[in-house]
C-alpha cells in the first residue's frame, strides 16, 4: 500500500516521501518563501501546519498551484496574535487571511463539519487538533492530501496518490453519504474529471443520480463557478458528456438539455470543434457555441435580451458583461455567412457586428461547420481591411454630430441621428469620401430628405 496508515502518521511522525517518486516532485517544489515563513512561524509557535487540497494535488501532477491554502491546528485567534497583517476573512470557520509581503494565503484551522441538514451548509463547525480529521471532511480522495514543506511530512490517508496515478475522482468515504451532504460536490467531481481528464470512479459515478434532490438546493453562485471552471478547461466538451451521463445536465443547464437529444449533440460538437481551433477561446465565445440554438441568428437587428439563452445565462448568475458578449456572439453568429464579397460589404458587415468581435466570430464559425480554409481566408481579409482603418461607426465620421448640425441650420433632432447614418453608409460605400469637405457636399445633396 502506498498511502500510510493515519494512526501510524499520528503517533509517529515521519517521513513518509523518503522513496516516493511522486513525494520527491514535493520536496523538489520551491514553495514561495513567504508561505514558508508562515508555516515556519506557525511550527516555532508549537502548531501543525500544512499545505493542504488543490495545491498539494497541482504539484504531485507537476501542474503549477493557482494558489496555496494552509490549515493549522491554531486557532483563529492564534493565527491572528502570530502575524502582523491578518483579515478576519471567515472566523466563523476558522480562516484568516495572512497577508506577507505581495504575498497572500489563507490559513485555516483544522475542522470537522457537523450535520448537513439543508444539503448546502454543515449545521456546525467543529475545530480539530490533527490534520486527517480535516482531511476526512474533504471532497475528493486526490484534494484530501496535506504537505508540510518545513519539516517533509506529507500526509494521504485515502490513498490520494494512488488516485492520482491512476487517474480517478473518487469521494472520500462512502460517495452517497458524502453526496448527500453537499449537492455541489457531484458538480466538483464532474469539473475535477473535465479539468484533469480523469475517470470518475464507478461507486463515485453511481452515487451523482440518487443524490440530485440536494444539488437542486446549491446556490446558483456555486454551481455557476464550478460550471465556469469545467468550461475554461482544455476539452470541455468531455465536461458536458459527463454532466448528460451523470444526469445533472437537465438540472444545471435545463433549457440546454430541453432541445433534445440530437441538438444536445450537436451543442457539444459544437463546443469541442471551437476550443479544437480556438484553444484560448474566452467564456463568452465558449457558451455562445454552446448555445446558439437558444437565441435567433441576427446579424443586423438588436440583440434578443429575452432570449431562452438570455435566461438561461442569466439564471446561471453570470456578470452583465458575460452575458452581454454571449449574446452578441449568438445573434451575429451568421456574420461569415453574410455576404462579404466585395470590401464594402465586408465594412458594412463589420459596421454592424463590431470590429471587435470579427475574430472571434469566426471561431464561432467554424464551430458551426465554416470550412476552416475559407473562414482563415476571412480572417486575413478582415485583418487586411481593418489595417487601413476604415471608418466603420458614426465615431470615426471626419464630421460630428454639432458640426452636422451647423451645416443642416438644425443644432438638435433626430434629423442629425438621420444624418449620421447617411454619412456612415457612404464612407462604408467608400471611405476615401471620410474628409469634411465631401461629407459636406453629401450633406448639401441630401438636404431636403434629411429635414
Ligand atoms: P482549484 O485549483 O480548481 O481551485 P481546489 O482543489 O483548490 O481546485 P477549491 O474549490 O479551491 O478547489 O477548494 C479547496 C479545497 O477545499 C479542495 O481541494 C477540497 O479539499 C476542499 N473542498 C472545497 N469544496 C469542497 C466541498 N464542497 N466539499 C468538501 N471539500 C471541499
Ligand atoms: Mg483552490
Same mark, same amino acid.
Given at each position: ?40 512561524? %506557525? ?25 496555496? @491554502?494552509?490549515?493549522?491546528? &491554531?486557532? &483563529? ?15 466563523? /470557520?476558522?480562516? !484568516?487571511?495572512? $497577508? ?61 496518490? +494512488?488516485?492520482?496515478?491512476?487517474? !480517478? ?17 457531484? #458538480?466538483?467531481? +464532474? ?9 470518475? @470512479? ?20 456555486? =454551481? ?5 471552471? $469545467? ?5 470541455p466538451a468531455r465536461g458536458l458528456e459527463l454532466l448528460d451521463q451523470s444526469r445533472i445536465l437537465p438540472r444545471l443547464l ?22 479544437? /481551433? ?14 446558439? @440554438? ?14 431562452? &439563452?438570455?435566461?438561461? $445565462?442569466?439564471? %446561471?448568475? #453570470?456578470?452583465?458583461?458575460? *452575458? ?24 458594412? &458587415? ?21 470550412? *476552416? ?8 481579409? +478582415? ?8 471608418? %466603420? ?16 441650420? =438644425? ?8 444624418? %449620421?447614418?447617411l454619412l456612415l453608409d457612404a464612407v462604408l460605400e467608400d471611405p476615401a469620401r471620410n474628409t469634411p469637405e465631401a461629407l459636406?457636399?453629401? #450633406? ?8
Open positions: 500500500m502506498n498511502s500510510p496508515d493515519p494512526a501510524a502518521e499520528n503517533t509517529a511522525p515521519r517521513d513518509a516521501c523518503a522513496s516516493n517518486d511522486a513525494c520527491a516532485r514535493l520536496q523538489a517544489f520551491a514553495f514561495p518563501p513567504q508561505l514558508l515563513a508562515i508555516l515556519r512561524t %506557525l511550527g516555532d509557535a508549537g502548531f501543525e501546519a500544512y499545505v493542504v487540497g488543490g495545491s498539494v494535488r497541482d504539484i504531485l501532477l507537476g501542474r503549477a498551484p493557482q494558489d496555496f @491554502d494552509v490549515a493549522t491546528s &491554531a486557532r &483563529a485567534e492564534q493565527v491572528t496574535r502570530l502575524f502582523r497583517r491578518v483579515v478576519p476573512t471567515g472566523l466563523k /470557520h476558522g480562516t !484568516v487571511l495572512v $497577508l506577507k509581503g505581495g504575498f497572500k494565503t489563507e490559513v485555516t484551522t483544522f475542522r470537522g463539519e457537523g450535520d448537513y441538514l439543508d444539503g448546502r451548509h454543515p449545521e456546525s463547525v467543529v475545530f480539530l487538533n490533527e490534520v486527517q480529521g480535516d482531511l476526512a471532511r474533504r471532497d475528493f480522495t486526490i484534494n484530501a492530501m496535506a504537505y508540510d514543506p518545513v519539516r517533509r511530512r506529507f500526509v494521504d490517508p485515502f490513498g490520494g496518490q +494512488v488516485d492520482l496515478d491512476k487517474r !480517478v475522482v473518487r469521494c472520500v468515504g462512502t460517495a452517497l453519504e458524502r453526496f448527500s451532504e453537499d449537492g455541489l460536490r457531484p #458538480l466538483r467531481a +464532474v469539473r475535477f474529471a473535465t479539468a484533469l481528464d480523469f475517470d470518475i @470512479d464507478p461507486a463515485t459515478m453511481a452515487a451523482i443520480a440518487p443524490t440530485l434532490s440536494t444539488f437542486d438546493k446549491v446556490s446558483l453562485e456555486r =454551481q455557476r463557478d464550478e460550471f465556469v471552471k $469545467l468550461l475554461a478547461s482544455a476539452h435545463p433549457a440546454l438539455a430541453a432541445l433534445g437529444e440530437a441538438a444536445l449533440r450537436e451543442a457539444i460538437a459544437r463546443l469541442d470543434r471551437l476550443v479544437a /481551433h480556438a484553444p484560448d477561446a474566452d467564456l463568452a465565445l465558449r457558451l455562445a457555441a454552446l448555445l446558439s @440554438d437558444l437565441a435567433p441568428d441576427d446579424l443586423m437587428g438588436r440583440v434578443e435580451t429575452k432570449s431562452p &439563452a438570455a435566461l438561461l $445565462l442569466r439564471h %446561471l448568475r #453570470l456578470s452583465n458583461a458575460e *452575458i452581454d458578449a454571449t449574446l452578441r456572439l449568438i445573434a451575429r453568429r451568421g456574420f461569415a455567412r453574410s455576404t462579404l464579397e466585395t470590401d464594402a460589404d465586408l465594412r458594412r &458587415a463589420l459596421s454592424c457586428v463590431g470590429p471587435d468581435i470579427a475574430r472571434p466570430l469566426l471561431s464561432l464559425a467554424i464551430a458551426h461547420g465554416t470550412p *476552416i480554409d475559407a473562414a482563415h481566408a476571412l480572417a486575413r481579409r +478582415v485583418d487586411a481591411l481593418l489595417a487601413t482603418r476604415p471608418p %466603420l461607426s458614426t465615431a470615426d465620421l471626419a464630421l460630428d454630430g454639432n458640426r452636422v448640425g451647423a451645416l443642416l441650420g =438644425q443644432p438638435k433632432g433626430p434629423a442629425i441621428g438621420r444624418a %449620421l447614418k459636406a457636399e453629401i #450633406l448639401r445633396r441630401h438636404r431636403e430628405d434629411l429635414s
